[in-house]
């Protein structure tokens, strides 16, 4: 029965993606490798044609980078995973996994900088972005027409705090034979399984809360495997139209991931490994101090401040129903100007001012100034991003310092 009516952490310790290793190891070994050798050529043969199990070149398939697959794949509840070289490189594969010259999709606008610029990236290759300025189906029915092939959002947006309402969205994507894309790297399947809520595919930039210890960048696709493809709309896939609703991961993993070369190193899979099975217990300390540091600075004068779980919030109802009342790790205040925020950044004792997230130390940035320096004023309001926004990754410290430091350097 492993496997079975387990709880979070504990299926991440006894999972049945949690193998018995050689030689009795507790974690997988590092295949440190780029190549595997063969007894026969008729044998390396079948591997290479994905005839037969087994791994020729690290590029196209590895024993440590599969051990990490398996496990995200049994916490979304997937069918199939396939781990990047980076959160980009899994978002960017997700998306043209099913996109030609000439395809549009539709996306929100509560997104990580870096999507943006892909984003205009694809336009040079004809693929159209069309925003909608929530993601609920008011904003994104218009925008859709016969040449959409994807509803793509983040579940808890970087840094607008937005959440997606899956199960409307799905079934309004669903309608109109799309697949809806899910980016729940702020969320994580601690928070909510978006397949449970009808997401067909979930990407993850595992450098963040998945890795936990800000040392490995990386990134994960998992796909449902339930999605009715429609081979004579999705030209991308019809090659694969032997496969059915596995046709999306078949292509992704024999075709397009091999083809462009964006695989995860297997010291960066183990490090993953490791990292994951604290998820639990790091999701659980950070959305606790992320809740209590919000609503104590929400109580100082001057500071306005962005937290799900907070009552006057626009998506605390979703909050409650969707993700159990627990807002994630990110919570992002407005100081009244550019320098105040930079002044208390300068002030803070126990947060490091970097660009990353998810990590077990609490980490502070000025997204306008850095992520989003490239965006207009209006993309920038639109992303949640003002000239005077602080954005906040919690880390596990105890609340009680966090809030004295968060109060000092905005009171000095």
Known sequence: MKGRGMHFTTTLLHGRAVETYPDHAVLPPIAQVTAFGYDSAEQQERVFAHRAPGYAYTRIGNPTVSAFERRIRELEGGSAAVACASGMAAVSLALLNILSAGDEIVAGTGLYGGTFDLFRDLERFGITVRLAPRMDEESVEPLITPRTKAVYGELIGNPR???????????????????????????????????????????????????????????????????????????????????????????????LWENIGACLSPFNAYMNVVGIETLGLRMQRITENADRLAHALAALPGIRVNYPTLPDHPYHGLCQMELGGRGGGILTFRTGSRQRAFDAMKRLKYAVIASNIGDVRTLVLHPASTLYRNRTEEERSLSGVEDDTVRVSVGIEESEDLIADFTQALTS
């Open 161 to 255: 705090l937005d959440i997606m309402d899956i199960p409307r969205l799905s079934k309004l994507a669903h309608d109109h034979g799309i697949p809806l894309i899910v980016d729940a790297t702020t969320a994580t399947p601690y928070l909510v399984r978006p397949l449970s809520l009808g997401a067909d595919i979930v990407v993850h930039s595992s450098s963040k809360y998945i890795n936990g210890g800000g040392n490995s960048i990386s990134g994960v696709i998992v796909d449902g495997g339930a999605f009715p493809w429609d081979f004579e709309r999705f030209e991308a896939l019809r090659p694969f139209a032997r496969y059915g609703p596995l046709a999306y991961q078949v292509r992704l993993r024999t075709d």
